[in-house]
């Protein structure tokens, strides 16, 4: 099962869904990312890796700007959405979250019922006229969430009550309901135990068929097991981006291999 | 695992849309976003208004009490009255009482008006005892019996003007007013706007309003805070006294050696529930325990003290710990790695670390126990007249007093207006002391303040 | 001898005792501290403690017992003739403790010498007018069995007080020995010294119980006497609150519980709604400036004393009021004292209380549940209404429980601004009265303690206590609970 993604990687060009130039960050006076510049393609697996601190979930959130709930966070570069450039004045946040969704280290599923939590995205962004297609979106982000199965007996149970990896893929599902057309995940995986975490990667898989997911991992292998791309980050830079199987067997900079043997991070 | 590869365009899937234009929805939300907004900014600018509103209305009708009306009047101290015998023999003098001197006062005034050029037809100098304090008397014969030399010779005094012709120079007495008035006519406002345009009567700064002594319901232009003052810094010394080292004693123990147990355990819930027992409660604790049981006497700042202390005591207790607690467990390891008794490293390392924390508690403490009235009215420190000055010590915690909040407390329930003005003026002067007791706090936790 | 000279005597010898134990366990071990076991200042401090923590130990349970004991010897002693018929032993007795003190305080003015005071009698003197002429008032004429009890009080209280000075100098002596005796250079000064520190403080901790314990007793004891005199039914079933001095008191609770009430739940109106939105908005919406700004200046309000907004509700608010609902604008307000001015005035209060806790809960909400509900492109607004109150909203309860128990328990506000006139109206610009209140006003006036009521002021602040209490404990309850939720 996870020789799969090698065997899928293929060439074909697909649509560009992100494209960023120059991005810079700053924190105050931290510069956290310093000149990045990365094509995001559509229905793929694309994988942030790097050492702690080196910038990758700073920018995760740059891409649906979670950064703007920072007072001290500053963005400047160009992140285009589907050519559209996503910190332009007159694009709202609130609608541009909705296209790109996202996930969390840790699973956060409100203190509501499992419902209430999957019904909370579509009931703010208007998603449905009546009760029954609200209804019906809870049971297919449940559905693609992977976890209908489990949860589908008890709708009206916290989402609290449920296990870690329960949690999380609520958390997904919850993320795919308002129908957004990128999934971010910062380290989904990290609080998770192992079989939660493959749970959690197959479901990774099977959403790549829908959506461009953009995945943040400390783990080498999760990012080898998942992804068709990969991104590897040191120190604020962009150093390396490509094919996943390239950038594992065949890095061009002498950091990524340093990294991937091991001898940094 | 088949749920995910549902077909693409579900329900939930909407059509492209650009980001660059704003839906209808999303406008709709952004304004309730913005009303949302707003009601958090008028509910803070509420609190705010109050806020300003409060500390307008103490000032507008407080800063009056510090200014007080006076007159300028050279009184002939008659040795055909004040010393009939001649001889200068202060037993004497001393006989004679108040009734005395006010005729003489009330001549001299007439003097003025007279020579002012002012028309009244007010004729008779009695007439003009409405617009004399009835303390100038008192203040004219403390002067000739210190200095029996003066009879026989025209001195001139600064006496207080009465408390209806303050008023009317601070426009709380008007015109239309006085003809119901049997305190004071309009021929004497009439005077009285003479008199100011002659330089005669003055409103001039009221040192005694700060340092003297409560009064008579009659005589609010007399009535003063010092007293009360006197009688609330007793009562904090009690209180710093025994809250203070018992508070740190009870938190030392708590924080640093308590087993955990039942009998801790209800020691915690205890004070914390304390903390919240209203003060009123402690004040029937004070009259039942301190007066009914104990025989203390009544209105003393020591009763009054003892019952701050134990309204206190929670709340510094409560300061205390968490100012042990922010010290890091670290240093007690260090102290106890090189030998230390648990009670040494406590009281030579912990204790020195957390007091700037603990005297700022403290301070806060104190502060609140100032500005307390409730428990005061139940042990007997309202009511009470504070017109004299503790002699000593004992004097000061034993005899009965008022304290700062009670005095103010009691000017307001007084009924003429002019008391109002000087519970008002009270209270600026309470609200300076707290202010600077928190400024102390403030200061002293920024000068300390320590990150672990 | 008077307490004071004891307790200076004792703390003296203690002093000594410091010197003379330091020096002595420095000579056993040849001058060389070394040879000690513990420090030498420790030998000094376990012969201080030793001198003087028993003996003011002692001194303390003496004071507080000695009145007991003499007081109920004396009453028993009093024979059934001397109490007259409309009054109770109780009231006798403190006749008999005034004319004892009046004696007391007439042999220390001179007025009287000792054996005077001791052999008077009432058949002869006029008691009463003697003691006048020393400043003390006695209601009534004294009769021979109240002044000769009084007589023995006086005489027992001088044998207890003499029995304590030698029992105090006694046990310091006694400690201030054996400790001496103790030292020398093996002697475990330190932990012994350490163990008595400890004691010490237990013993300090423990005055948050004795407080307690005292609150209760207190009023239990008052709130049994004053059900002896009054019905228990009739006071918490009444419907009229009409205390006559001369008897034949109606003494209800009912209507002052409602004004109680009433006040409080305007005061919540006020303070509920203001201080919620501006925790919302401080903790979720200001700018750190902003904030660093009106945080502090809102907690101004609560630094400021009670009687500050009592007079504010009195002569600025209340005033206020009637100019907009008195007989000259709406009609339906008489007095500036009213439900309306004192609860607006306690709602002022109140609004830093509920908004710097409401703060802290909100602020106590992970900021991964903002993170999930924002990422999923939610407002603040409805990140704040359907994510952060309903998960704060247990905290807010309790908040907002301590602020009712803060409300029902205010005194001076409702004091000067609500009234005096108990009445069940539901007009908020009516006067009406309080618990608090009526405890104020019946323990101030002149009755006597033993008096229905006087004592109907304990039973009133039983009710209040335990109302108060009852919050709390809840209130604490519900905010535990919900920060173990997040912890």
Known sequence: MYDAPSLERNVDQKEIKFSARNVQVYYGDTHAIKDVTVEIEDNTVTAFIGPSGCGKSTFLRCLNRMNDTIDVCRVEGDIRLDGEDIYDKRVDPVQLRAKVGMVFQKPNPFPKSIYDNVAYGPRIHGLARSKAELDEIVETALRRGAIWDEVKDRLDAPGTGLSGGQQQRLCIARAVATAPEVLLMDEPCSALDPIATAQVEELIDELRQSYSVIIVTHSMQQAARVSQKTAFFHLGHLVEFGETGQIFTNPVDERTESYITGRIG | MTDASLPENSAAAPAHRSLNTVDARTRKRNRAEARFRAYGIAAVATGLVFLVILLGSILFNGVGAFQQTFIKVPVYLDPAKLDKSGERDIEAIKKVSTFGYTPLIQQGLFDVVQAAGIETPLAKPGDMKQMISPSAAAQVRDTVIENPDLIGQTVDFRILASSRVDGYLKDRVFREDVVRDKNIDVEHLDIVDGLVAAGIVVKEFNLTFITGADASESRPEQAGLGVSILGSFFMMLVVLALSLPIGVAASIYLEEFAPKNRFTDLIEVNISNLAAVPSIVFGILGLAVFIQFAHLPQSAPLVGGLTLTLMTLPTIVISTRASLKSVPPSIRDAALGVGASKMQAVFHHVLPMAMPGILTGTIIGLAQALGETAPLLLIGMVGYIATNYPDGLASGFMDPNSAMPAQIFEWAKRADPAYYERAWGGIIILLVFLMTMNIIAIILRRRFERRW | ?487
């Not at chain 3, 004792?10 to 501290?33: E, H, K, M, W």
């Not at chain 3, 304590?164 to 006694?174: G, K, R, S, W």
């Not at chain 3, 919540?268 to 501006?278: D, E, K, Q, Y």
């Open chain 3, 1 to 487: 001898m008077p307490a004071t000279w004891l307790v200076l005597i004792v703390l003296a010898l203690s002093a000594i005792g410091y010197v003379l134990g330091r020096q002595r366990a420095l000579q056993n071990a040849g001058g060389d501290s070394r040879a000690l076991h513990s420090l030498p200042s420790y030998y000094g401090w376990h012969v201080a403690l030793m001198a003087l923590v028993p003996a003011t130990g002692l001194l303390a349970v003496w004071l507080i017992a000695q009145p007991l004991l003499v007081e109920n010897t004396i009453a028993g002693q009093l024979p059934d003739s001397a109490i007259p018929e409309s009054s109770t032993r109780s009231l006798v007795m403190s006749d008999v403790r005034r004319v004892a003190d009046g004696l007391d305080l007439a042999v220390s003015q001179g007025a009287m010498t000792r054996d005077d005071a001791a052999t008077l009698r009432s058949e002869f003197t006029q008691v009463r007018e003697r003691l006048a002429e020393v400043g003390v008032a006695l209601g009534s004429d004294v009769n021979a069995a109240v002044l000769s009890a009084a007589q023995d009080y006086r005489s027992m209280s001088r044998v207890g007080n003499l029995m304590m000075t030698i029992a105090v100098l006694a046990i310091a002596a006694l400690g201030f020995v054996y400790a001496l005796s103790r030292t020398d250079r093996d002697f475990r000064a330190r932990n012994v010294v350490e163990q008595g520190i400890r004691a010490l403080l237990v013993a300090a901790a423990s005055v948050a119980v004795l407080t307690t314990l005292g609150i209760v007793l207190s009023l239990i004891f008052n709130t049994l006497e004053f059900f002896k005199l009054y019905s228990a039914w009739d006071f918490f079933f009444g419907t009229t609150w009409a205390p006559s001095f001369g008897g034949g008191s109606e003494l209800g609770v009912l209507p002052l519980l409602w004004g109680t009430f009433y006040i409080s739940l305007i005061a919540l109106l006020v303070a509920v709604p203001i201080g919620l939105f501006s925790a919302v908005y401080l903790s979720e919406y200001a700018p750190g400036k902003v904030r660093s700004v009106a945080k502090p200046l809102l907690e101004v309000l609560a630094g400021i004393p009670t009687i500050v907004y009592g007079l504010f509700a009195l002569l600025t608010v209340g005033p206020l009021l009637v100019q907009i609902f008195g007989d000259d604008g709406v009609g339906i307000m008489q007095a500036s004292t009213a439900v309306m001015t004192a609860g607006l005035v306690m709602g002022i209060m109140l609004i830093p209380f509920v908004s710097s806790l409401s703060d802290d809960i909100i602020n106590a909400v992970p900021q991964a549940m903002r993170d999930g509900s924002y990422g999923l492109g939610a407002t603040k607004s409805e990140t704040v209404r359907q994510v952060i109150l309903p998960a704060a909203l247990p905290g807010i309860v309790g908040a907002i429980l301590l602020a009712a128990s803060r409300a029902i328990g205010e005194t001076m506000i409702v004091v000067l601004g609500a009234g005096a006139a108990a009445r069940l109206s539901m007009n908020p610009f009516d006067a009406m009265t309080t618990v608090t209140a009526k405890i104020v006003s019946q323990l101030t006036g002149d009755a006597d303690f033993a008096s229905a009521e006087a004592l109907v002021a304990f039973a009133l602040g039983m009710t209040l206590f335990v109302l108060t209490l009852g919050l709390n404990v809840f209130a604490l309850f519900i905010v535990r609970k919900y920060r173990e939720q997040y912890e």
